[in-house]
């Protein structure tokens, strides 16, 4: 295994990027087929925008407050635009699923038989779901934030737009290994939706995708700060609002690398567990 | 050294046993009963480099576990197998480029693409050269006649269309062992043959080592000189198909096409040589053993008008039909591996 490992190894760096450059490009000429998908897909994505517009609206009108625990109006509506972009960065949609539907069918046994590795393989394939769905939709994102600028306190300086950016990088990997870890369950436990299901139930309370994180109470914010959903939706947009002190910028994104790391090495652990599982016992 | 090295094989899977009933199933949750199925009881084997070898058995007999073994895609529970000197289930890329499984109910290609993207992926996978892929490509698209339809999305193509894919796709790292689950399952008549008589051109040409799983006897006696016969998990029968009807074989169908209407004592005279088995005027189907063969027909020459005749062997679906039952009731004794004279025209199909 080891011999092969470092022959591996020895493939020039060239032919490697040819290989994912290839993947990368047939996968995104597969999300090209569902043209009609997105242009449906990405209309829907506003329209809670407008939802959270009114909603917010009535709820500072009532309580006769300007601000509330430092957000204004427009800054929580800017912080919902935000996490639209986060969101779409660490959101995998079908990747749990279909890992566990993989795995249950069979064909699993691909990635087995052909000399590649499955984790790299649907990482890619993930890249390039994302990037053909946001070069299209970059065209209503532009537009809609270009409607909505009022809202925003205006651009962040460059260390911080810098974070903002590494952050939603980190939130995509991130998002990519805990869904795949999670999907990988399917080699113990054939039938994984309901862990899904906790999964998103979580996560939409956690990441700051329902509401931000400091609105919660002291003791509800130590327990989102031990996990890692607020990387998700939560920590991006709350960089590029500046409510995370500059000094503790770097902290946070290197904690956040931190998860991230450790996603990796649990989804490749889970792997190659459930792959002897799967080879022992099924098949 | 064999190409294929197989000693002891086994492999027992673990099923969970499940009951009927919610009560059951709630039980389930906490104390779960498993059955160990004895998918392969200990398989000796060895194939030479260039054997294009058949398996053999009823469903259930351990044909798709042993090929699953053998690529890797599983861990026996005991034994030993090399493959081109590779232990098929570490799993080393540098086996998993020489080798491929094509399993006639499963589907490699990415659906909703052409098959070209499909292969280009292939060859980034496999790392094949530019100029060593496009001759392969060139080659077996020319043989299995594909080259109108490399531009199509692989869910607009047919079932047999789609499996010329999937074989185009498995043979463009030209491996140098093939292991083939049921390719014609589901084909028609002209499909399958295509794809016979593909299989037969190319792995004569390339000398490569092909082991195949049918249930449909028109690929084994067209392409494979070796016949493994697995029944329960262990080898009964390794030899040539002829060997196979030969020793369990004695029988014989003759069709006779009389001029006349057919009498009693006609059919009284038939059935003293053997088993009428269909009577349409002036048509008579029967079935008699080898050795009466030129004595019935002789007599029933002198005396009657005959238009035409066919003597045939039976379906070799039958043949082996009967083959396999023998084998689950453990009647076999020591097939033997005799010479051959002809071998049916499979009418079964």
Same mark, same amino acid.
């Given at each position: 295994m080891t011999a092969t490992a470092v022959k591996d190894n020895r493939i020039p760096l060239r032919a490697r990027l040819t290989t994912w450059w290839v993947i990368l490009r047939i996968a995104m000429e597969e999300r090209f087929v569902y043209r009609g998908d997105f242009a449906l897909g990405t209309l829907m994505r506003f329209l809670p925008i407008i939802t959270q517009i009114f909603l917010w609206t009535a709820i500072f009108q009532a309580s006769g407050r300007s601000e509330i625990a430092d957000y204004t109006r427009d800054t929580i509506i800017a912080y919902y635009m935000l996490t639209m972009i986060s969101r779409a960065f660490s959101s995998m949609p079908g990747l749990c699923s279909g890992i566990a539907l993989q795995v249950r069918d069979g064909e699993i046994k691909k990635f087995l038989i052909q000399p590649v590795d499955m984790l790299g393989f649907l990482l890619l394939g993930r890249v390039a779901h994302k990037a053909t769905y946001y070069t299209i939709a970059v065209v209503p994102f532009v537009f809609v934030f270009f409607l909505c600028? +009022?809202? &925003?306190? +205006?651009w962040p300086e460059a260390p911080v737009f810098i974070a903002f950016c590494l952050s939603l990088f980190m939130g995509f990997l991130l998002g990519f290994f805990i869904e795949a870890s999670l999907g990988l369950v399917a080699f113990w436990f054939l039938e994984v939706s309901s862990l899904v299901f906790i999964y998103n139930l979580l996560s939409f309370f956690l990441?700051?995708?329902? &509401? *931000? !994180?400091? !609105? !919660? *109470?002291d003791w509800a914010i130590g327990i989102v700060n031990v996990l890692p959903f607020q990387y998700l939706a939560y920590m991006p947009a709350a960089i590029f609002l500046g409510k995370i002190p500059e000094e503790e910028l770097w902290t946070s994104l290197a904690i956040e690398a931190c998860w991230l790391l450790a996603f990796v090495a649990l989804a490749r652990f889970m792997f190659e567990r459930g792959v002897q599982r799967y080879s022992g016992f099924g098949g | 050294m064999s190409i294929i090295e197989i000693k002891g094989l086994k492999k027992t899977y673990q099923v969970y046993q499940k009951k009927e009933g919610l009560r059951s199933s709630l039980r389930g949750l906490f104390k779960r009963e498993y059955k160990q199925v004895k998918a392969v009881q200990g398989i000796d084997l060895q194939i030479e480099q260039g054997e294009f070898v058949a398996f053999l058995g009823p469903n259930g007999a351990g044909k798709t576990t042993t090929l699953k073994l053998l690529s890797g895609v599983i861990h026996p529970t005991s034994g030993t197998a090399t493959v081109m000197g590779h232990t098929p289930w570490q799993r080393e890329n540098e086996y998993r480029r020489r080798f491929a499984l094509v399993m006639g109910n499963k589907n490699q290609l990415w659906?909703?693409?052409?098959a070209q993207e499909s292969f280009r992926l292939h060859q980034q996978i496999y790392r094949i050269e530019g100029d060593v892929f496009q001759n392969t490509l060139d080659e077996l698209t020319d043989l299995l006649d594909l080259r109108d339809l490399l531009q199509q999305p692989v869910r607009e193509l047919s079932l047999g269309q789609r499996m010329k894919m999937e074989l185009t796709a498995a043979l463009l790292h030209s491996p140098e062992v093939l292991f083939l689950d049921e390719p014609t399952i589901g084909l028609d008549v002209v499909a399958q043959h295509n794809i016979q008589q593909f299989l037969k051109y190319y792995q004569q040409k390339r000398k490569i080592t092909i082991l195949l799983t049918s249930h449909y006897m028109k690929d084994v006696a067209a392409l494979c000189k070796r016949v493994v016969i697995i029944a329960d998990g262990l080898i009964k029968y390794d030899g040539s198909l002829e060997g196979i009807i030969e020793s369990t074989d004695k029988r014989k169908m003759i069709t006779l096409q009389f001029r006349d209407v057919i009498e009693d004592s006609l059919l009284a005279a038939l059935k003293k040589f053997g088993?009428?088995?269909?009577?349409e005027t002036p048509r008579v189907k029967l079935t008699v053993t080898r050795d009466v063969v030129s004595r019935m027909l002789s007599s029933i020459l002198d005396d009657y008008q005959v238009d035409d005749i066919v003597v045939e062997d039976p379906p070799l679906e039958d043949i082996i039909a009967a083959v396999f039952s023998e084998i689950t009731e453990g009647r076999v004794n020591q097939l033997a591996d005799g010479e051959f004279e002809s071998i049916g025209d499979g009418q079964g199909l």
């Open positions: 600028r +009022g809202f &925003f306190p +205006g990441s700051g995708h329902m &509401f *931000p !994180l400091d !609105l !919660l *109470p | 659906w909703d693409l052409p088993d009428v088995t269909d009577i």
